[in-house]
């Protein structure tokens, strides 16, 4: 058995790895890079092994890091199935189109300059169709319900507790009559969160590529964010503000609107009005809806069958851009919930250029910020941003809000491995390097693993 790294090795994005063993080829996951304008720039790079080659690919969720390259390898010669579970199938049908939607855009854009400049033309990494197409090729699947993809190799999804659909991928590998058992933990969640179910426990495997996003802090207690949250909007409002909230469109969101409705009175909420300002978003919700059952308990308790907008009074969807464009006018009682989750696209932008230099507006950063995003900026606390090559002076309050991750931290992942019955070869994945570092250490203090911090290309045997 050979596993190489192709990605989200010493970085969080662009998660991708390939499985090679006895003639099979399996590739876990096909991810994005994401970032700043030269890390996105590596997503046009032929893949380092021929797609065509591939057997089958598997994705734990399906968040543009980890499924966002897809259609791009389809373009590219991959012709077999695309493995996941079928609330994934579902998001990445909406995500993936508009991925190949932002392609065509940024591709139009630059060619704009690229004419004036009398410069070659560039193509869209893969367009709106390609995602479509991409989307036949998946083939959905159940937690819990192991399943042969090849005549060696069986895949078993697990709940990974991180979004709607987020999978733990467990293989069973034969090779020289020989099995082997390896396990990706994908993103696992925070125990507790939203909506989610815990990830499920794990007892024992071979090999194990564990993510490490948060691998070296603790979050803030939930109670003490959910204090975090009523505190700013208590202060917006005694101000006549203005509430931004830059949410990714899959997961981050539909935790936002259940804490909301959770806390309707609590927080005070009836005084405002609530946009949801994301045609993705709101595609999304509608997916959390449709897959209530795999909801965890308390969540099944409070909605039954509720929609988000059934709990939510006065809550609003926004989809078409003279809707997105009206809410320029609002300066103040408005919460306004938008993507992109970093401000490196979609409507926040817009909202940020007419708002962030108002006193009276605030931003709630409610996830994670990747370094050279316009997030990232905000959150290190930035005095200005550039917008379409526009300076925008920040006089916003910015409130960066670090308990609703929806990664587990240092703890959940402590946790979660303690319920290993033997010791597997650890591979660390999807974490900064200074992070994995420090996680690689705390394992080793606290259990007898051999860890491996995995490198971008490495290829090990097992």
């Known amino acids: 058995m050979n596993l190489t790294f192709h990605g989200a090795a010493g970085e969080v994005t662009g998660s991708c790895y390939l499985l090679e063993a006895a003639g099979s080829r399996v590739l876990i996951e096909c991810g994005l890079i994401q970032g700043s304008a030269k890390d996105e720039a590596r997503n ?25 390259r897809i259609p791009y390898l389809i373009k590219s010669g991959y012709s077999g199935p695309v493995y996941s579970h079928r609330a994934s199938v579902d ?24 004419e004036r400049k009398g410069l070659d033309l560039v193509e869209p990494l893969y367009t709106a169709k390609d995602a479509e197409a991409a989307i036949t090729s998946f083939k959905p699947l159940d937690y819990e319900s192991p399943q042969k993809i090849l ?9 990974a507790g991180h979004i709607l659909g987020s999978s733990i991928v467990e293989l069973n590998v034969t090779e020289n009559g020989i099995t082997k058992k390896l396990v990706f933990s994908g993103d696992l969640g925070q125990s507790g969160i939203p909506i989610l179910r815990d990830p499920t426990i794990i007892k024992s495997a071979d090999i194990l590529l564990l993510e490490s996003t948060y691998g070296d802090r603790c979050h803030k207690d939930q109670r003490e964010t959910y204090l975090e949250i009523e505190d700013v909007f208590s ?4 101000k006549s503000g203005i509430i931004l909230i830059p949410a990714f469109a899959v997961g981050r969101t539909q935790e936002i609107l259940y804490l909301f409705a959770k806390h309707y009175e609590e927080w005070g909420l009836g005084r405002w009005k609530i946009f949801l300002d994301s045609p993705l978003a709101i595609r999304a919700t509608e997916v959390y809806e449709k897959h209530h059952r795999i909801y965890d308990k308390e969540a099944a308790a409070f909605y039954g069958k509720a929609g988000f907008k059934d709990l939510l009074p006065n809550l609003r969807y926004t989809r078409t851009s003279e809707e997105s464009m009206q809410l320029n006018r609002i300066h103040s009682g408005a919460i306004i919930i938008a993507g992109s989750g970093m401000c490196t696209g979609g409507r926040i932008k817009h909202h940020l250029k007419h708002n962030a230099w108002r006193n ?25 941003i550039t917008l379409w090559g526009e300076t925008i002076r920040v006089a916003a309050q910015v409130h960066t809000i670090g308990g609703l991750s929806a990664h587990g931290d240092q703890h959940d992942l402590l ?9 597997p070869q650890i591979y660390l994945v999807h974490g900064e390097t200074e992070t994995l570092s420090k996680f690689k250490s705390k394992i080793e203090d606290n259990f007898t693993h051999k860890v491996t911090i995995a490198e971008p290309g490495m290829s090990v045997n097992y």
């Open 360 to 384: 009276h507006a605030h931003v709630m950063m409610v996830g994670y910020q990747a370094h050279g995003t316009t997030g990232r900026a905000l959150v290190d606390g930035a005095s200005e």
């Open 151 to 159: 005549s060696n190799i069986e895949l078993c999804l697990h709940d």
């Open 415 to 423: 946790a979660w491995l303690e319920h290993f019955e033997n010791s």
């Open 44 to 68: 046009h790079e032929p893949f380092p092994f021929d797609p065509a080659s591939i057997d089958a690919v598997i994705l734990s969720h399906s968040h543009i890091d980890h499924s966002g």
């Open 235 to 238: 202060e917006a409002n005694s």
């Open 91 to 114: 998001l990445c049908e909406i995500m993936l189109r508009d991925s190949g939607f932002i392609q065509e855009k940024d591709a139009e854009w630059e060619n704009r300059k690229r």
